[in-house]
């Protein structure tokens, strides 16, 4: 089974502190992606990146940043965390299954910024 | 980017009954998938759908293409509890390394 995992399930946070969320896949793949989720909003495309050391942006990446250094591992980081950044945070990995990619999600981290 | 809508945002159900959700867009998809999320997880894949018009079942789940690849629906026969989550529907983009485009989802809620 695929897994990917993320360092924390709950996560609270002050603002102007750095956060760092990790997620680890452990099927090689070369896609993966940062969501953040909010009611009513779906999941909205942070960062992703594919392949190690490359990244580009998604739709909201203002306010964050990620890092790749391994194939495994794919990191987002909130260099000041302010109150609008509390949210869900779905990482997720993804393969090319014939015609069509698949996406395999971690569990979500809920970063809350006080 | 196309935008997926879907409707309805919220269902709340009794167990045994059925139910409808849909995803629509004003483009034409390549494919489409269908996840599933359960209150505290991540997103699970269903199913992928390719052809138009193509109908496929996963137990009591099934999964409709539209004629046109402009619209789809899942339908529950006989809801469980266990059937409870958010159904979201998600567009793989093309040309885009495995970009997908996720619509808001339907909050739907099997009450025993």
């Known amino acids: 089974d695929v897994k990917v995992t993320q360092s924390s399930r709950y996560l609270v946070k002050r603002t102007g502190e750095k956060v760092f969320l990790e997620c680890v896949q452990d099927?090689?793949?070369?896609?993966m992606f940062w969501y953040r989720q909010d009611p009513g909003l779906g999941l909205r495309l942070i960062y992703f990146?594919?392949?190690?050391?490359?990244?580009e942006k998604g739709d909201i990446p203002e306010g964050y940043s990620v890092s790749r250094e391994k194939k495994e591992r794919f990191s987002l980081i909130l260099e000041s965390a302010s109150t609008n950044q509390t949210s869900m945070y779905l990482c997720?990995?993804?393969?090319?299954?014939?015609?069509?990619?698949?996406?395999?999600f971690g569990p979500g981290t809920r970063l809350t910024v006080t | 980017t196309q935008l997926l809508e879907q409707s309805p945002q919220f269902l709340s159900i009794q167990e045994g009954e059925n139910l409808t959700v849909y995803c629509n867009s004003s483009?034409?998809?390549?494919?489409l998938q269908w996840y599933r999320q359960e209150p505290g997880e991540g997103p699970v894949l269903l199913v992928t759908v390719v052809t138009g018009g193509e109908v496929k079942k996963l137990k009591r789940l099934t999964f409709q293409f539209g004629d046109a690849r402009k619209d789809s629906s899942l339908h529950i026969t006989a809801a469980q509890p266990g059937d409870t989550g958010l159904y979201l529907c998600?567009?793989?983009?093309?040309?885009?390394?495995?970009?997908?485009?996720f619509g808001a989802g339907t909050q739907v809620v099997v009450t025993p």
């Open positions: 483009s034409v998809f390549s494919s």
């Open positions: 099927m090689d793949h070369e896609n």
């Open positions: 990146s594919y392949d190690v050391k490359m990244k």
């Open positions: 998600a567009d793989p983009l093309t040309d885009s390394w495995g970009k997908f485009q």
């Open positions: 997720a990995s993804s393969f090319a299954a014939g015609l069509f990619y698949e996406q395999y």
